[in-house]
C-alpha cells in the first residue's frame, strides 16, 4: 500500500487538491452548522489535516521523482500555503455564502508547516529513493 501510494502521489495530491478546492467553494448553506465554540476549534483542525494531507502528498511525489533538494521542498510550502491563501481570498470574493478567515489561512499553513516538520523529524528527505521501502 505504501508503494502504490509513494508511486502515485503526484496523482492522489493533484486529486486532493481538487477535493480541497470542491469543499471550498461549497456554498454556505451546504455547511454543517453547530455551537460555533466547538466549531470553531473543529474547523481550525479540518483546515490544518487537509493542507498536512496535501502538503504531505506532495513531499511523497519529490520523494518519487528523487527532488529532495531544499528548493523543491521551498516549492512545495511555498505552493501549498499560496493555494491556502488563494482559496480564502476565493471564498471571500467569488464563493458564495462563504467567507475568508485569516485564521483558516493560518490554519491552513500550521498544517504544511507540520507535513514538512514531520518529514524532516523523519528524516525522509535525507533517504535516497532507492533506500526507501520501495
Not at 508511486?7 to 454556505?28: E, R
Not at 511555498?78 to 475568508?100: D, K, N, P
Not at 525522509?124 to 529513493?129: A, E, G
Amino acid at each position: 500500500m505504501i508503494n502504490y501510494l509513494i508511486k502515485k502521489s503526484l496523482v492522489f495530491s493533484i486529486l486532493w487538491a481538487f477535493i480541497i478546492f470542491g469543499l471550498c467553494c461549497t456554498p454556505g448553506r451546504f455547511i454543517p452548522t453547530s455551537n460555533w465554540l466547538e466549531l470553531l476549534s473543529f474547523d481550525k483542525f479540518v483546515h490544518a489535516s487537509i493542507f498536512f494531507v496535501l502538503t504531505s502528498l506532495s513531499f511523497l511525489t519529490l520523494i518519487n521523482k528523487q527532488k529532495t533538494a531544499t528548493i523543491y521542498i521551498l516549492i512545495i510550502i511555498v505552493s501549498c500555503i499560496s493555494y491556502g491563501g488563494l482559496l480564502e481570498i476565493m471564498q471571500a470574493t467569488i464563493f458564495s455564502q462563504r467567507s475568508g478567515d485569516w485564521l483558516d489561512f493560518i490554519a491552513n499553513s500550521f498544517g504544511c508547516i507540520i507535513a514538512l516538520l514531520v518529514f524532516y523529524k523523519k528524516k525522509i528527505f535525507q533517504y535516497n529513493i532507492k533506500n526507501h521501502i520501495l
